[in-house]
């Protein structure tokens, strides 16, 4: 099957088989469980909240330093397939009033993406290392994160 794109000459269309498969990717069923493992991670900041007292969603929105919508959207854990990016967890580390548990999570979450247990490839994990803020990590853990080191 072909992709129309008008304007195009024939030899400049793609086919949907150009496209990468999941085979490529780790496989279906290793990268869905990759994603919902990273589902489950970012799930549990939530649960860290509420031990800490944030149990409304605006308290936790104060708390996190993100808009309301952002904060329920990541919450639910249904952010994005390729979860949080640098700049959230940038945004989050800065919120002065940050739990330490809150935190914690973060800085876990955040050294098993760089280490890619989430499935993504080298190129996106060293760009998502390369744009953590050095303000939030101290040397030796920025270190550690920035060899993105494969966990098995």
Sequence with gaps: MTIDTPGKSPATLRTITDAPSLQEYGGGDVLAKKKD???RKIRQFRGALVEAGFVTIDAQSKVLGLARSTTWAILK???KSSGLSATIINRILK???LPSA???RIIEYVEEKAA???GHNKAQRLRFASRLSSKHFGDA???KIMRLEPVA
């Design 77 to 79: 854990g249904k952010y």
């Design 116 to 118: 890619g247990l989430y």
């Design 102 to 104: 809150v935190r914690a």
């Design 37 to 39: 493992r990273q589902s």
């Design 95 to 97: 919120a002065p009033r």
């Design 141 to 143: 853990q920025l270190e």
